[in-house]
């Protein structure tokens, strides 16, 4: 069964600092999608990025980009200039075989500091 | 376009009974899925509807059910409540499989089963 892995329970990062999530995956798949999700204090959960994995080329979004190593399965999410709106639970999650089902990480709470 | 919506919001209900939720999604998508979000667990994925069929299914007992109507609502039913079904169970929708696509949550039923 596919897994996805997100280490850091918890990061902090200061108002206009950059701060990378990291995401592992495991899977025997060659086609296959990856995202990242925001969940902000009590509000809905929102697409943050998507990345193709037959697609070379890193997503980016505004100030949010992500490093897509398919050889490492990893798949970080880097927030430029990081705004107090940015402090949310990010989940990692990943899709693949026939059907696409996804399977999200524990996610990391992610807090903004002033 | 009206965001995804769900019913009830809150829910108090006792062991062993049994609950409904409902899900409305965006107009136009055919794919809609269920997660349950506990602050232990995490965000788990609990079956995706396409087009009225039962696409994928996590990894829940049997008293977990959902269905899809022709209009793409969907309700998912939990019978014979335990304690450990107190969550917040999140609906998603989006216009082709959502391992595949964007999915645009609802808000959520917060569950609590006393």
């Not at chain 1, 990025?49 to 490492?72: C, D, G, L, P």
């Not at chain 1, 990081?82 to 639970?89: P, R, Y």
Request: net charge positive; charged share 15%; aromatic share 12%.
């Amino acid at each position: 069964a596919q897994t996805v892995t997100q280490s850091q329970p918890e990061m902090s990062v200061q108002e206009a600092e950059t701060v990378t999530l990291s995401c592992t995956y495991d899977t025997s798949e060659s086609d296959y999608y990856l995202f990242w999700y925001k969940q902000p204090p009590s509000r809905q959960m929102i697409l943050v990025i998507r990345q193709e994995a037959y697609k070379q080329q890193n997503a980016t979004e505004n100030r949010f980009s992500v490093n897509f190593q398919k050889a490492a399965k990893s798949f970080s999410l880097k927030i430029s200039d990081s705004q107090l709106g940015d402090a949310a639970m990010y989940f990692c999650a990943y899709s693949g075989g026939s059907n696409y089902k996804l399977t999200f990480g524990k996610g990391t709470l992610l807090t903004v500091n002033p | 376009k009206a965001g995804v919506t769900q019913t009830p919001r809150y829910l108090i209900k006792t062991r062993g009974q049994q609950v409904t939720l409902s899900c409305s999604p965006i107009s136009g998508h055919r794919s809609v899925s269920w997660y349950q979000q506990t602050p232990g667990q995490g965000l788990q994925f609990l079956f995706e509807y396409f087009s009225e069929t039962q696409r994928n299914k996590g990894n829940f007992p049997g008293r977990f059910s959902g269905r899809q109507f022709s209009n793409s609502r969907s309700e998912m039913n939990v019978s014979t409540l335990e304690l450990g079904d107190s969550a917040l169970y999140l609906c998603a929708s989006s216009l082709e499989l959502a391992g595949a696509d964007t999915q645009y949550f609802g808000p959520g039923t917060r569950l609590t089963v006393l």
